[in-house]
């Protein structure tokens, strides 16, 4: 077809290894349609493009293309070798300092404890005690308690959690967060399938200053990514220079 052939060798890579025969006619009489359908496509828009700049210009558009990912191959490597992952907690308090006005939160956020119990659990009054406990032997038992017999449970209250996520697992009914976040500490709610158990540890609203132990990861990556262009800049310079030292090149203009 317009002296475009499809080669049998080709059908390997089409069909997955272990595809049934009828399987394989079927996945094979697709892909050949679709490209049949393209290849005439492709023959048409070649016969109505009559105009040499449109072949000039998709030629320039390819060979940018090109440029571009061998420029961007070599800077993967450059960076794959050469870039310092190592972020101390020092350079990201330091970051979030000199930072602060671009960590603004855009939601509300919270420090929780949280755990779904059966109804009439022998224990709920046992756990009710010790979810709202600060001492250390009872947040162990509360622990043992939440591993052997919770529906769910999340007891890392010193991480920073969205409430919005929290609102994902407990069904709790407010149309104003920010308010119910200030006028809540201990929340037990119950429905069909089971009862839910909310302590509150600490919360954030949003537009306040974004706390630094939320940010972290944020500022790491942040941190990072400033390195990353930082060193490609660095090398753009030098073989920028060298290439200027050794006369590699003369700008002329006519």
Not at 175 to 201: A, C, P, W
């Amino acid at each position: 077809m317009y002296d475009k052939e499809f080669y049998k060798e080709n059908i390997n890579n089409i069909i997955p290894k272990g595809t049934s025969a009828k399987d394989s006619v079927n996945i094979l009489k697709s892909y050949l349609n679709n490209w049949v359908r393209q290849e005439l496509i492709l023959h048409r828009a070649e016969s109505n493009i009559s105009d040499n700049s449109v072949y000039d210009e998709i030629d320039k558009q390819l060979e940018d293309y090109k440029s571009s990912l061998i420029t961007y191959a070599y800077e993967r490597e450059l960076v794959r070798q050469k870039l310092d992952t190592i972020v101390t907690d020092k350079e990201i308090e330091k970051y979030y300092n000199e930072n602060q006005d671009n960590f603004t939160l855009k939601d509300n956020i919270i420090r929780v404890l949280y755990l779904k119990l059966r109804k009439k659990d022998s224990k709920f009054d046992l756990v009710k005690s010790w979810y709202k406990s600060e001492n250390g032997a009872d947040r162990a038992l509360l622990e043992k308690y939440c591993k052997q017999s919770a529906l769910n449970y999340f007891l890392d209250d010193n991480t920073w959690l969205l409430f919005d996520d929290l609102l994902k697992e407990i069904p709790i009914k407010t149309y104003d967060k920010e308010q119910f976040l200030k006028n809540n500490r201990y929340i037990e709610i119950q429905d069909s399938t089971g009862v839910y158990l909310v302590n509150i540890k600490g919360f954030k609203i949003k537009d306040s200053l974004s706390p630094l132990s939320f940010e972290k990861d944020n500022i790491k990556s942040m941190i990072l990514n400033k390195r990353k262009l930082e060193l490609i800049g660095q090398m753009e310079d030098n073989t920028y220079q060298e290439a200027l030292k050794n006369n590699d090149f003369e700008i002329l203009i006519k």
